[in-house]
């Protein structure tokens, strides 16, 4: 299931000028591992975004635009999810996978999101450490190109049947566009990950509106400056 979550506030017209400055000359940020237990636990879910957030709940990867490298929805008792007190849906390795690559579709979605972010639910067992595991993150732009990595991240609660403790939400914002985001791990094919989102940053202007603006800004008081040489 896709939820929509709607900004709920409408920045000044100086702030938005400053948030635009500052972000469109900022590098990619890059967040987490933090403690995730809903949707609110993101640092996208606050005023200003226009977010959408696939909760896997219909049993479907059913976000158009938007594609796994692998993988597929499970549920049962040894699932650990966001949802339903950690038994919901969750996306999952098929003891095959050690990472899962989440891309998306300019063409499809009009424009690639600004901000990403997935939540790693569940560190299945292993040999060497059963229910932990070490798990990176990393982030690309425009034709694949790196954003940037953390990690490796050593995590894990000991459990595999439905506990939250564990889930950690992981992200990216970049204002020039994020193609693709990954999470994965050297050490299991046994794991999980749920809430996948992406949006925007919904009450900053785009560049191109930046720049009309600044260029009425600097005409008008180039006018003001003539009229009043003017009047001398």
Sequence with gaps: MRTRVLP???LGA??????????ADASAILYGPTAYQSFTDSPFSGPGYSM???DLEDGVLNTPGVWASG?????????????NGGNGHSWYSNFVLQQFTFAFDQAVLGALPTVAGIVLTDVGYNALTPYFGNFYFEAFGLGGVS??????????????????????FF?????GGISAIRIGTSETRDWEVDHLQYGTVST???????MLLAVGVAGAIGRRYRQRNATR
């Design 204 to 210: 900053v202007p785009e560049p191109s509106s930046l």
């Design 8 to 10: 709920v506030v409408i």
């Design 147 to 168: 954003l940037g990595a953390i990690g490796p991240y050593y995590m894990g609660d000991g459990h595999d049947t439905g506990q939250k403790a564990e889930d950690r």
């Design 14 to 23: 100086a702030a938005i000028i400053a948030l635009s400055v500052t972000r």
């Design 52 to 54: 959408y957030v696939e």
């Design 71 to 83: 993988g597929s929805v499970i549920d049962g008792p040894y699932v650990d999810s966001v949802e």
């Design 171 to 175: 992200g990216v914002m970049n204002a």
